[in-house]
């Protein structure tokens, strides 16, 4: 079959799909031979910048989440009666303006071609929440993810928690790599390429029960549903303790050039990553 029949065939099977309601986009992209897909991606153009606190007595529960592109936060906190200060800010830049780049190229003298997906939805996302309570119990729980990457604490049934915590996440881009043969439909190459980051810090004191978990995917996969994982770790607590974690994730990702990944990193001297997603500083809270 030559090549541009078969190019058309095969882009007669991608599935694409864009919102254009407000600032929504959203979009998939599936080979239709061997039910490949990045799976559904989306996003918003937003900034959002929410802040507050809470003094008092009684009960309290708290629900947040929220997930643009797969940078996802999530909170769950019930409080039974008892004393709490609480203050927060939450901090959001989404922006879907550059096109979704879709590529197919076949090898030539073989029937293997290549298809590439390259992705520039930057997303960033700053949570700061600190909280001291003292009661009959409270369960706090938060998640914070990034595309495949994920770190998150819980407190069950303690009668005095203090605690601060931050966490900054970023997304740059996002890679998609199909290789695959057109007679054999065999998939040899299925890769995902995030260029990521997240900063995560807590500093906490309780009586009761606490879990803190995280994990980091690694760069390379056969498949991405099984994306290998370079670290991962699960910790329990019971009793009285004092826990301090300081946990940083990035990737550089597979498009980025010297030039592209100074996001990442950067010199004392210069703007600090979260002053650049949001070009303003940090301030108290």
Request: proline share 2%; hydrophobic share 35%; aromatic share 12%.
């Amino acid at each position: 079959m030559e090549f541009q029949e078969r190019l058309v065939l095969l882009l007669a099977v991608l599935l694409i799909i864009l919102c254009g309601f407000g600032s929504c986009r959203y979009y998939q992209v599936t080979e239709g031979d061997t039910g490949w897909t990045t799976g559904l991606r989306q996003s918003n153009n937003i900034s959002l910048d929410i802040s507050g606190s809470a003094i008092g007595e009684g009960t309290f529960y708290r629900y947040t989440e929220t997930d643009f592109n797969d940078v996802r936060m999530r909170e769950r906190i019930a409080a039974a009666h008892g004393t709490l200060d609480t203050a927060e800010r939450i901090r959001l830049k989404a922006d879907v303006t550059n096109p979704v780049e879709i590529y197919l190229e076949k090898l030539p003298g073989v029937q293997d071609y290549i298809l590439t997906a390259n992705e520039s939805w930057p997303v960033g996302m700053l949570a700061l929440r600190s909280l001291n309570y003292t009661g009959k119990g409270i369960s706090d729980n938060d998640f914070f993810g990034n595309n495949l990457d994920y770190v998150g604490a819980a407190y069950s049934f303690a009668k005095d928690l203090k605690m601060d915590r931050s966490c900054l996440l970023y997304l740059n881009n996002a890679w998609f790599e199909l290789a695959l043969n057109d007679t054999t439909k065999a998939i040899y190459t299925d890769r995902f390429f995030p260029a990521k980051s997240m900063d995560y810090k807590l500093d906490s004191r309780f009586q009761g029960l606490a879990s803190f978990k995280y994990r980091q995917a690694g760069d390379h996969t056969a498949t991405r549903e099984k994306h290998m994982t370079t670290r991962e770790g699960l910790e329990t607590y019971a009793g009285n303790f004092q826990l301090n974690r300081h946990i940083f994730m990035a990737s550089i990702g597979r498009n980025a050039s010297v030039d592209e990944d100074d996001w990442l990193v950067c010199c004392p001297t210069e703007p600090s990553l979260e002053e650049r997603i949001f070009a303003v500083s940090s301030p108290a809270y």
